[in-house]
């Protein structure tokens, strides 16, 4: 904006918090959906007997592990994004 100046250090420092909240907010949606695929997992053993079932429950469980997994590693980004934030506000 013209007539503010802004520090380049400060706006560094807001876009990797920036990136450390949408790593965040999309970890929430992963693990969101990792619920949704575990639901889906309980029904379809409830109503699809046998050994098809069997299988494709364990491939839906599979599918939300992975799911979880990617959220975890989203939220490590994020920590480290705001570590450096952080460290960048200092300098």
């Not at 889906?40 to 007997?49: C, E, I, S, Y």
């Not at 098809?52 to 989203?74: N, Q």
């Not at 450096?84 to 300098?91: G, L």
């Amino acid at each position: 904006m013209p007539g503010i100046p802004i520090a380049p250090v400060y706006t560094e420092a807001v876009r990797l918090s920036n990136a450390a909240n949408s790593c965040d907010a999309l970890a929430d949606k992963l693990v969101e959906q990792a619920g949704n695929v575990y639901d889906l997992q309980d029904k379809v053993a409830g109503a699809w007997k046998g050994e098809g079932g069997a299988s494709l429950g364990r491939a839906l469980v599979d599918k939300s592990g992975s799911l979880t997994s990617a959220a975890g590693i989203l939220r490590g980004a994020a920590s480290e994004l705001r570590a450096a934030a952080a460290r960048a506000a200092k300098k």
